[in-house]
Each structure stands twice: as C-alpha cells, then as structure tokens.
C-alpha cells in the first residue's frame, strides 16, 4: 500500500506543530470518552448529576454527551437511574473510545482517502500524532498511484507525524510505521506479522496491509510526514496474494499507537529491527528498475535509510551488491530459496 509521494512545496512561514481542533471541539470529546465509560461501568444506570459532578462539568455538558453517543450509534436509554447502555457499539473506532487520547483522534464514517483528510489537517497545521480514522475509504491510495481496496471491516487509518528528518531519510517513518503494525498484529492476535520490502505486512504469503508515507518538505527537510495505515481486519479483499487477520481494529490501533510512539526513527537499530521480521531475507528476486532495466539475485535486507540491498547474480552480468531505494525498483517475483 506504500507509497513515497514526497513534494518538494517550499513552506513560507513556519507551520504551527498545533491543532487545528478547537479547545471546545477537545473538551467535548473528552466528555464523551468519560461518560460513554461510566456508562459501561454502570449496569444499572447512572444520573446525569453524578456524572457531571464526577467529570466536573454542567449537567447539559453531559446531555450534549450523551446526545453526542446516541447519534454515532449506542443506544442510551432513560430509566429510573438515569442514564443506561443499551445497545454497545462493536469494535468501534469512534474518538472517544480512545479515553483521554480522544482529542488526538478525528474520526470520520467514510471518506475517499484518510491520507487525504490528514493531508489537509497537516496544512493547518495539526500537531505530530494526530490519528484520522474511518471506516470505510472509497478510494484508498497505494504505491505509485495505485488503488488500495479498502475491504469492508478493515482499519484504515493515517498518523500525521513531524519527524524533523532530512527527506533522504524519510522512509524511515515507514519503516517504524511497519515495525510498530506488525507487533501490534501479533500483540492482538497471536499471530505472526512480517514485514515485505518496502511497506507490506505479511502473515504467510499473503499480503494483509501496508504503509503509505506521503510528506511535504522545504529545502531538505520534512515539514510533516503522514504515515497510511490499511490492515485486512475484516474480509479479505478479492485479489490474489492477499489475506485477513481476525482481530479487532482498536486493539490493533492501540497497540500500534503505543508501539509506534516507542521508536526512534533516528535510532541506528531501526534497520536491524525491520530485518528482523522480514521472511524474505536470502530468497532470489527478479525486478525492474523504473528505466526498465531487469535485476536479478538475491535479496539481502535493507540498510539504514530504507534501501534494498540486491546482491545481483554474476553469471547474468550483474555488479554484486547494489542499493535500490524504495520506488526504484519493483520486485516482480520472489520467494523461492536459493
């Protein structure tokens, strides 16, 4: 799904690392996040007063919370308690569901690209960690222009991150971003995730996700750097070499989240730890290089700035090792063993 659309847009004026949200927008759903937990908490039901008095805020603050819920789908009823749970929501994504993190997250029903709503909070300027989640994409963005086919019941979702990078060293986000989704894949459902170069995650052969990273920068370094994210949680999408995981998508999101705010992407052991967890490591591939030119040998890993590492077959006149960064070379055919 990963696609390295890097836009050389000179900036004029520095850009605010703050959120486009409002205050009174944050407060809200932090309201919604606490009440919709009391409610869970509360079999029997619980009063607007004692919510409001437990949060510190007016009563209408929890109406309008409560309000809020019922029309993003949880059925809240009125009983001789107060306020009770009705009918939950499944695997929901909505903000609140994120608990204090809540004003990080905007979440949206549908939408044509997540990476285009984090694109235009970027602009104005959205702080590093801003989450835009949907669920459902209708037009999804992969590599190099292609679609990626958002199958019913996936996580998609795009991280707006201010790295402070040069941009020769922005696949590096990418490659924390994998890192971070593959352990949350294992974390939430015991199974094991690798990782394809340059940004698919795998489980077996079959291709369950990747990463998008798409930036702006001025002069040589990033000014933001949005970070796709599609994993097959749901059906499995009608093409061959894919798959699903069977796992829910805010325990995923979770654990991405706290993995991917635990890695340096500067640290000099990131490449190490993509190596790690890529299969493919030692097998044969045959390619082209976006001139067209054919490539052929043995996949060696990546070094540190993201670069495959193809030690060429010398009986096809090849020159030994040699470095392709990502998006200049497109791997035709892998996966048998030397």
């Given at each position: 799904m990963v696609n390295?659309?890097?836009?050389?847009?000179?900036?004029?004026?520095p850009m605010k690392h703050g959120s486009s949200e409002s205050a009174a927008e944050g407060r809200g759903k932090n309201t919604r996040a606490k009440v919709l937990d009391m409610l869970r908490s509360a079999a029997g039901g619980i009063s607007g007063e004692a919510m409001?008095?437990?949060?510190?805020?007016?009563?209408?603050?929890?109406?309008?919370?409560?309000?809020?819920?019922?029309?993003?789908?949880?059925?809240?009823?009125?009983?001789?308690e107060g306020y009770a749970l009705v009918r939950d929501k499944t695997d929901s994504i909505d903000e609140w569901e994120f608990g204090a993190d809540a004003p990080r997250f905007r979440h949206l029903e549908s939408t044509d690209s997540t990476m285009n709503r984090a694109f235009d909070e970027a602009l104005r300027g959205a702080a590093h960690g801003l989450v835009v989640t949907a669920d459902r994409q209708l037009t999804g963005r992969g590599m190099s222009g292609k679609a990626w086919n958002s199958a019913a019941g996936g996580l998609f979702f795009t991280i707006v991150t201010r790295p402070g990078l040069a941009v020769w060293d922005s696949h590096r986000m990418v490659m924390a971003a994998q890192c971070a989704a593959a352990e949350a894949v294992r974390s939430a459902t015991g199974v094991e995730c690798s990782l394809d170069w340059?940004?698919?995650?795998?489980?077996?052969?079959?291709?369950?996700?990747?990463?998008?990273?798409?930036?702006?920068?001025?002069?040589?370094?990033?000014?933001?750097?949005?970070?796709?994210?599609?994993?097959?949680?749901?059906e499995r999408p009608d093409m061959p070499g894919t798959g699903a995981v069977n796992g829910?998508?805010?325990?995923?999101?979770?654990?991405?989240?706290?993995?991917?705010?635990?890695?340096?992407?500067?640290?000099?052991?990131?490449?190490?730890?993509?190596?790690?967890?890529?299969?493919?490591?030692?097998?044969?591939?045959?390619?082209?290089?976006?001139?067209?030119?054919?490539?052929?040998?043995?996949?060696?890993?990546?070094?540190?700035?993201?670069?495959?590492?193809?030690?060429?077959?010398?009986d096809t006149g090849g020159y030994g090792e040699r470095l392709?960064?990502?998006?200049?070379?497109?791997?035709?055919?892998?996966?048998w063993r030397r």
């Open positions: 390295n659309n890097y836009s050389d847009t000179s900036v004029s004026q409001a008095a437990q949060i510190g805020v007016s009563r209408v603050a929890v109406w309008k919370a409560v309000k809020g819920l019922c029309e993003a789908g949880y059925e809240i009823a009125g009983n001789p340059p940004n698919d995650l795998l489980v077996g052969s079959g291709k369950i996700g990747g990463i998008l990273g798409e930036g702006l920068f001025s002069g040589t370094t990033l000014s933001f750097m949005n970070l796709g994210v599609g994993i097959n949680t749901g829910g998508r805010k325990e995923i999101l979770d654990f991405f989240l706290k993995n991917f705010d635990r890695i340096d992407p500067e640290s000099p052991g990131l490449a190490s730890r993509w190596n790690s967890k890529c299969p493919r490591i030692g097998q044969s591939i045959i390619g082209k290089t976006v001139g067209g030119a054919r490539v052929e040998g043995a996949f060696l890993g990546i070094d540190e700035a993201g670069r495959a590492r193809i030690r060429e077959d010398k392709f960064s990502p998006g200049s070379l497109s791997i035709e055919t892998k996966g």
